[in-house]
């Protein structure tokens, strides 16, 4: 049964739950609601709860397990050998693809199952069968893989015929069990109220277990990196120049270069969006009427609504032509400042563009949330508007205002496509602005985009790059915050 399929049947369940849970509750009241412990809703509820969160926590793990442990059974059943567990890797992504194809097929009638379960890779064009229904693979398919593909089928599909059977007897066990509990004298309401806490904790623990999750995944492959490759020539190297294997010399993986790119052109964003940002936030908090501030205010949030990718063309297309125009060696200025479209220059540009809304709006909100009686206070004692602004109602912000250039600042440092449009992709020190320089960002995608053999440090370092940024992420968030809570006793 589908996963949404089953979900539906699983809502059914638990509103029949509460239906009956409700009607049993007050058939033991004899149908005086007064006799019962807890409101006739809550018997509802512990009934519709009690079949519907174990059957869905069981759902999701099986479903997050199941490929784990198809793929770790059928990896056993490819002979070919395979240099490390990055190519095996691919391979069984070659296998899963084949999986999901035999059963497209199936489903438009191309094959019988019977077919897609004994076809051989030697008597059959498997490529050009599954092409006929859409599918298509990128290589030719070998027997190994091919019988990998139809293990992980037929696993699938049991895996999938147990896991709607199980989910739906604790469905409709649990709605029994808590049928059967439901009398007049049960507490409904305080079983429902810790049933709902529990629910509550989990989905706030969400947040904590994902971010531990990706520190982790950071960590063991970052570990794996300086197995490899020194960590003082990483973190003190001045020169970016990886070379896989096949493709030159060995490679100088000097972190420096990106991380003066990635500051470099966050540093010019910033210079663009922050007083953009702010003073667009004091004028229409502070100075535009209703129909003004009604029109302008969307507008300007519209900015945040456009794909980071039309930025980049926006910078690769409009804004580097045109500094190149005026900066460049035939430019308007008649200086050789700038040699081609992409520059930092540039990339600063479109994405201090960008980040304006994400100043503007927020510091828009916070001003508003300032009291309007410290204004009539400072306008009472004889201040004028822009006074009262400056001295009294940036200073009472000033916290939020600070939270709200950390964010911009969070999202120009972690921007990808604008900087590959716009800035290029060299790895430099350089402090001409009007050169192209790449980040940190850029270049975790490039090192992991293609067919990288990933026990090299080449492919490696991307995690170690990732490591490296997630550590000035969160220095730059605890030095905020020390200067937040600083400024902030000011006014409390």
């Not at 997050?64 to 691919?90: C, F, H, K, R, Y």
């Not at 194809?101 to 009638?109: F, M, N, R, Y």
């Not at 790449?438 to 170690?464: C, H, M, N, R, Y």
């Amino acid at each position: 049964m589908p996963i949404l399929t089953l979900l539906v049947v699983l809502a059914i369940i638990a509103v029949a739950g509460y239906v009956l849970g409700r009607r049993r509750a007050m058939a033991s009241a004899d149908g005086d609601m007064r006799k019962l412990h807890s409101l006739p809703s809550y018997y509802g509820y512990n009934a519709a709860l009690t079949g519907l969160v174990p059957a869905a926590l069981v759902l999701a793990v099986w479903t997050i397990a199941q490929p784990m442990v198809l793929q770790n059974n059928v990896s056993d059943m490819i002979t070919t050998e395979v240099a490390d567990d990055g190519a095996l890797s691919l391979i069984m992504s070659d296998v899963r693809r084949l999986a999901d194809g035999l059963d497209t097929a199936v489903a438009q009638g191309a094959l019988t199952p019977a077919e897609a379960a004994n076809m051989t890779a030697e008597g059959t064009d498997v490529r050009g069968t599954l092409a006929d229904v859409g599918v298509a693979l990128g290589s030719e398919v070998s027997q190994d893989v091919l019988g990998a593909a139809q293990a992980y089928r037929a696993g699938s599909a049991t895996g999938n015929l147990i896991k709607t059977v199980l989910v739906l007897l604790i469905a409709i066990g649990g709605t029994a069990f808590a049928l059967m509990k439901t009398t007049a004298t049960f507490r409904a309401r305080n079983t429902v109220e810790r049933g709902v806490m529990a629910v509550l904790i989990a989905a706030a623990s969400i947040a904590i277990l994902t971010t531990i999750g990706i520190v982790l995944s950071l960590v063991f492959n970052t570990v794996e990196f300086f197995r490899l490759y020194p960590a003082m020539d990483f973190f003190f190297g001045t020169t970016w120049q990886p070379s896989f294997s096949g493709r030159g010399g060995a490679s100088e993986l000097g972190l420096l270069p990106l991380l003066w790119g990635t500051l470099y052109i966050s540093f010019v964003a910033l210079l663009v969006a922050v007083p953009i940002g702010l003073f667009a936030a004091i004028y229409l908090s502070e100075y535009a009427g209703p129909r003004v501030r009604a029109f302008a205010k969307p507008m300007l949030e519209v900015l945040a609504g456009i794909p980071t990718i039309v930025y980049g063309l926006f910078a690769l297309l409009v804004v580097g032509p045109m500094l190149k125009d005026v900066f460049g060696g035939d430019g308007a200025l008649g200086v050789a400042w700038m040699t081609g479209d992409r520059s930092v220059i540039t990339a600063g540009l479109v994405m201090g563009i960008m980040l304006i809304p994400f100043v503007s709006s927020l510091s828009d909100d916070i001003i508003n949330a300032v009291p309007q009686s410290m204004r009539d206070g400072s306008l009472g004692l004889g201040a004028t508007p822009s006074e009262t602004i400056r001295q009294v109602v940036l200073p009472a912000a000033l916290p939020g205002i600070v939270g709200a250039i950390l964010l911009a600042a969070s999202r120009a440092i972690g921007e990808t496509m604008i900087v590959v449009l716009g800035a290029g992709a060299a790895g430099r020190l350089d402090l001409n602005p009007f050169e192209a320089m790449t980040t940190v960002t850029a270049k975790i995608v490039s090192q992991l985009t293609g067919d990288s053999d990933f026990s090299s440090p080449e492919a490696l370092v991307a995690f170690a790059l990732g490591m490296s940024l997630f550590v000035i992420t969160l220095g730059l968030n605890v030095f905020a915050l020390f200067i937040v809570r600083k400024y902030r006793e000011q006014y409390e």
